[in-house]
């Protein structure tokens, strides 16, 4: 076991990675009664398409979130009411590019660990139990189908792209899993649920040793080579659309406004690229900017707009979301913001304040549990150790953020998703 220590954030944790590749993180927080623990898989809604043991799968849109669902199924009963009787708080949830399942207490923490282990290393499924689950799940996506904010980031993303599976609802559709069996979701487990491809954080006042120990009895020994997965062909930085509109039952117009990124190369470079990325978004629209005082000051944004930068599997963007009654009004002010920007330059001064305020908001952020786990894990899988993340800070410049800018809030490389009120009938 491996002690990591990081002076400038006042963090540190322990690690090993064991012999059957599952790398376990202990992040220690003395005095605090909650503990949690996170155990991720490097498998989300995008992995439909792979190849393993020299077969070639092409799996129902859904299928990542369906087995998420059904893991909690153990062959002595429910997972669920095993962590309940301990007093344990279980949760899971599935990404694009991921697949979680924590929980938090306060007591019997080692006890908690063993279930959670136990559940996502022991597959058990019956097609009369994922039939069963089948209603449950439409029901989720009918939800989603129903919500505003859902559908304008859906929408985004698919017109933004052409091949690539994150233009898919992360849950699938009512008539794709439909066709989802149990020997589907056992082929996905065999291919992605191997200790090689899953990383356990465990956050709080907890014996590093023993959790190690745990995790050694538990994860077996499974160490065969992980599956090929296909995105499809590479896709262009153009997008498939430029608008897309749809009505719904709401009182206000919502929008979401994205503009394609070049992707990130590897390692490091990836947190210093979402660094730049969260940088431009704040110096263009951030809530601080020139900007959004004159949008907001004007009526045409409120305070739940948000800008920011996210990357999925090679696919990266910059976005802003909010309601407003003139979508397209705010699409021009950016592109003309960031076209004077790109002009005047970024004033010292201001970018070293959104320097120093991001740098803040992410060690604040090493308060939350539950975003160093995530985060943990989620960089862990891009190889990347997110608790290096102050060394990024000294590497970006403001022609960093002047070059993602100028070659990316460009009218060709913008999408716009929009979601306005139904019409009435007379």
Same mark, same amino acid.
């Given at each position: 076991?491996?002690?990591?220590?990081?002076?400038?954030? /006042?963090?540190?944790?322990?690690?090993?990675?064991?012999?059957?590749? *599952?790398?376990?993180? %202990?992040?220690?927080?003395?005095?605090?009664?909650?503990?949690?623990?996170?155990?991720?898989?490097?498998?989300?809604?995008?992995?439909?398409?792979?190849?393993?043991?020299?077969?070639?799968?092409?799996?129902?849109?859904?299928?990542?979130?369906?087995? !998420?669902?059904?893991?909690?199924?153990?062959? =002595?009963?429910?997972?669920? +009411?095993?962590?309940?009787?301990?007093?344990?708080?279980?949760?899971?949830?599935? $990404?694009?590019?991921?697949?979680?399942?924590?929980?938090?207490?306060? !007591?019997?923490?080692? =006890?908690?660990?063993? %279930?959670?282990?136990?559940?996502?290393?022991?597959?058990?499924?019956?097609?009369?139990?994922?039939?069963?689950?089948? /209603?449950?799940?439409?029901?989720?996506?009918?939800?989603?189908?129903?919500?505003?904010?859902?559908?304008?980031?859906?929408?985004?993303?698919?017109?933004? *792209?052409?091949?690539?599976?994150?233009?898919?609802?992360?849950?699938?559709?009512?008539?794709?899993?439909?066709?989802?069996?149990?020997?589907?979701?056992?082929?996905?487990?065999?291919?992605?649920?191997?200790?090689?491809?899953?990383? @356990?954080?465990?956050?709080?006042?907890?014996?590093?040793?023993?959790?190690?120990? %745990?995790?050694?009895? @538990?994860?077996?020994?499974?160490?065969?080579?992980?599956?090929?997965?296909?995105?499809?062909?590479?896709?262009?930085?153009?997008?498939?659309?430029?608008?897309?509109?749809?009505?719904?039952?709401?009182?206000?117009?919502?929008? $979401?406004?994205?503009?394609?990124?070049?992707? $990130?190369?590897?390692?490091?470079?990836?947190?210093?690229?979402?660094?730049?990325?969260?940088?431009?978004?704040?110096?263009?629209?951030? +809530?601080?900017?020139?900007?959004?005082?004159?949008?907001?000051?004007? /009526?045409?944004?409120?305070?739940?707009?948000?800008?920011?930068?996210?990357?999925?599997?090679?696919?990266?963007?910059? $976005?802003?979301?909010?309601?407003?009654?003139?979508?397209?009004?705010?699409?021009?002010?950016?592109?003309?913001?960031?076209?004077?920007?790109?002009? !005047?330059?970024?004033?010292?001064?201001?970018?070293?304040?959104?320097?120093?305020?991001?740098?803040?908001?992410?060690?604040?952020? *090493?308060?939350?549990?539950?975003?160093?786990?995530?985060?943990?894990?989620?960089?862990?899988?891009?190889?990347?150790?997110?608790?290096?993340?102050?060394?990024?800070?000294?590497?970006?410049?403001?022609?960093?953020?002047?070059?993602?800018?100028? +070659?990316?809030?460009?009218?060709?490389?913008?999408?716009?998703?929009?979601?306005?009120?139904?019409?009435?009938?007379?």
């Amino acid at each position: 076991m491996t002690e990591r220590v990081f002076p400038r954030i /006042g963090e540190r944790y322990f690690e090993e990675t064991l012999p059957n590749g *599952l790398t376990v993180r %202990i992040v220690p927080k003395k005095g605090f009664a909650k503990k949690r623990a996170f155990l991720a898989v490097n498998f989300g809604s995008v992995d439909t398409a792979f190849s393993f043991e020299g077969k070639t799968y092409r799996m129902p849109d859904g299928i990542a979130h369906y087995l !998420e669902h059904k893991m909690f199924d153990l062959p =002595e009963g429910d997972a669920m +009411e095993r962590f309940a009787q301990l007093g344990a708080y279980p949760n899971a949830f599935t $990404s694009y590019d991921m697949t979680a399942y924590y929980f938090t207490c306060t !007591e019997q923490f080692e =006890e908690n660990l063993r %279930i959670l282990l136990e559940m996502v290393l022991t597959p058990y499924f019956t097609e009369e139990s994922v039939e069963k689950e089948r /209603g449950i799940i439409a029901q989720e996506i009918r939800m989603y189908e129903d919500n505003a904010q859902s559908n304008v980031s859906e929408a985004l993303y698919d017109i933004l *792209l052409r091949h690539h599976p994150m233009r898919l609802p992360i849950a699938g559709t009512v008539e794709g899993i439909q066709a989802i069996t149990a020997r589907m979701l056992y082929d996905c487990y065999d291919a992605f649920y191997r200790p090689c491809n899953m990383m @356990l954080c465990v956050v709080g006042e907890v014996d590093e040793r023993n959790v190690i120990e %745990i995790a050694k009895e @538990l994860s077996g020994d499974d160490c065969r080579p992980l599956p090929i997965r296909d995105y499809g062909p590479a896709e262009s930085l153009l997008p498939r659309q430029a608008l897309t509109e749809k009505q719904m039952e709401i009182s206000m117009p919502t929008f $979401s406004l994205g503009f394609r990124c070049a992707p $990130s190369l590897s390692g490091m470079e990836i947190l210093k690229r979402e660094l730049v990325g969260d940088l431009a978004a704040e110096i263009l629209a951030g +809530e601080s900017s020139p900007l959004y005082q004159r949008l907001y000051e004007a /009526g045409t944004i409120d305070g739940d707009f948000t800008v920011g930068y996210e990357s999925v599997k090679d696919i990266c963007l910059l $976005s802003m979301n909010g309601d407003s009654e003139d979508p397209l009004g705010i699409r021009d002010a950016i592109l003309e913001e960031a076209e004077r920007i790109c002009r !005047e330059g970024i004033d010292e001064g201001f970018f070293r304040r959104l320097l120093r305020s991001c740098l803040g908001r992410r060690t604040r952020g *090493l308060d939350s549990f539950e975003g160093i786990c995530y985060r943990s894990c989620a960089y862990y899988f891009d190889r990347v150790d997110f608790f290096r993340f102050p060394e990024t800070f000294d590497a970006v410049s403001k022609e960093d953020v002047l070059e993602l800018l100028r +070659e990316s809030i460009v009218p060709e490389r913008a999408a716009l998703s929009i979601v306005r009120q139904k019409m009435k009938t007379p």
